[in-house]
């Protein structure tokens, strides 16, 4: 399985975003940790919801930051998030179901590890353009 490095091709120039894109990065990469250890069931399905949960927390901090931008793609950008929450949890059902497979570890590369990766160089680099054109400070709070 291929763990995932943050560097400067993934910032979106949004501080808040990018440590954010860190974390989920740490997540994913225990995720293979855990599967690749080969430590039975429950440190994968730890590893799991806690990437589950971190995405959601990520997810809505973007979203609140488009909704206060106004940004005109809102809309279809969410729906990609809407996407990666349905595949996450397909991925834990077939975890539940059928265990560590080769075809679960390479979904987990391809549909979160690599999807994550792209994501932030398409929908979320556009957002940061569109932020840094209307020089907006965006932060935590
Ligand atoms: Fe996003």
Known sequence: M???EWDDSLSVGIDVIDGQHQ???EHFNSVVDAIESRGGHAPVTRT????????DLHFSTEERFMTQTAYPQIAGHKAKHEELRTTVA??????EEE???PALE???DTFLGTWLIEHIKSTDQLFGAFVKECGIVLSEE
């Open 48 to 55: 799991l919801g806690f990437l589950i949960d971190y995405t």
């Open 23 to 25: 974390r989920w990065i």
């Open 2 to 4: 291929k763990k995932i």
């Open 90 to 95: 397909n991925l834990i059902g077939d975890f």
């Open 106 to 108: 390479q979904a987990i």
């Open 99 to 101: 265990g560590d497979t």
